[in-house]
């Protein structure tokens, strides 16, 4: 009698775990997948969150983000920053809010703050956004204040070539045709592909700064304020401005190199110099790096320097006609007009001189080639 009862038990459980099964499938066929002879599969839909394309400051109370879709901005507050770990601490008390404005079909959002950001200061943005299908992103960006006051600026002299028992090294030259600060711009070497950035320092219309591409002593001090007699090292001189990369690595191609002076923030260039040995064209024909042909092609797109960008437009120099004690020397920059409108160089604008005058008026002595040429 027990045996029977065990067996309908049995029975009645089997068939109603059978039952639930099939509940189980029916309910699934109806929902977000579907049965198939391959298995289980997704229905179609976008769970994918927004990504960040591209950011740029467009004044000091703007920045411009563009996203991959259409989005919308749940939340945006600006902090001003003072370090960097107490940045969440510094979020939960601001007070600084930042308006959306949704363009560009809604894929292009410009933040506009409360509150104008001061060059040179660090701050980061927090904001919230989702798509039209709920998908969130939230993220923060650092930046610093804007600079709307960024001078006119032109590369003037360089020597790539070093002498460390006279503590002479690398060094580019820059003239300041209007007044203004550095903030944000940096020098860039495709040699080296590697950049200088510039410190937020006043400079004045008619000023000279060098910037010193190793820092070999302690006695190397940039020079940010008033006081441009601060270094006594060899290459400094009193009245220009002296400023450090801080390294002592080599810098600059000795061969070719192409020098960019671009606003980091734009991407916007201001002045550029390709040059290179002149038997550099026989050996290669064509940039031996890509990124000297890539930061070449940069400069002529930019219209800062003529030709095609191609070693063939660049400024050629002989071997024999460089020392320490010379440079690559820009004919007078000091009477460019910028008023008048900015031509783009080219080579036939560099020479090499002697002796090297960093921070003063090139010297008008030209180096010829042993050859004659």
Not at 323 to 331: H, L
Request: charged share 25%; with cysteine.
């Amino acid at each position: 009698m027990n045996e029977t009862n065990d067996v309908k038990f049995l029975v009645r459980y089997f068939f109603g775990s059978l039952m639930l099964v099939a509940m189980v499938l029916v309910w699934i066929s109806h929902s977000s997948c579907q049965i198939t002879a391959e298995g289980i599969k997704l229905l179609d839909g976008d769970y994918s969150t927004p990504e960040i394309k591209n950011i740029r400051l467009t004044d000091s109370s703007t920045m411009s983000i563009d996203f991959s879709k259409e989005v919308i901005v749940n939340e945006a507050v600006i902090s001003v920053l003072d370090d960097e770990s107490t940045a969440l601490k510094k979020l939960a008390s601001v007070t600084s809010k930042a308006n959306a404005v949704v363009k560009n079909d809604g894929r292009t959002v410009d933040y506009v703050f409360e509150i104008p950001s001061v060059l040179g200061m660090r701050y980061q943005l927090y904001s919230e956004i989702r798509d039209k299908n709920g998908n969130t992103l939230t993220f923060s960006i650092p930046f610093f204040g804007f600079n709307d006051r960024i001078p006119c600026l032109f590369l003037s002299e360089l020597r790539d070539k070093t002498n460390p028992k006279k503590n002479a090294y690398e060094y580019i030259e820059l003239y300041a045709a209007t007044s203004g600060n550095l903030f944000g711009l940096e020098l860039y070497s495709a040699n080296d592909d590697d950049s200088y950035e510039f410190p937020a320092v006043e400079v004045k219309k008619g000023e000279y700064i060098v910037v010193h591409m190793r820092k070999f002593a302690d006695e190397c001090v940039d020079e940010l304020g008033n006081n441009l007699s601060l270094c006594s090292e060899p290459d400094a001189q009193d009245g220009a401005r002296d400023l450090y990369f801080d390294s002592f690595d080599s810098r600059l191609g000795s061969s070719a190199d192409v020098i960019l002076l671009r606003d980091k923030n734009s991407g916007r260039i201001l002045d550029a110099l390709l040059y290179c040995k002149a038997d550099y064209l026989k050996n290669a024909g064509e940039w031996k790096k890509a990124s000297l042909k890539k930061a070449a092609c940069i400069a002529t797109e930019a219209g800062v320097w003529a030709g095609d960008g191609s070693p063939e437009c660049a400024f050629k120099f002989e071997a024999d006609t460089t020392a320490t004690t010379r440079s690559f020397s820009r004919k007078n920059p000091h009477l460019i007009s910028v008023n008048e409108g900015i031509a783009a160089a080219c080579g036939n604008d560099w020479y090499v001189s002697t002796p090297q005058t960093p921070g003063a008026p090139n010297g008008n002595a030209y180096v010829k080639h042993k050859g004659g040429q």
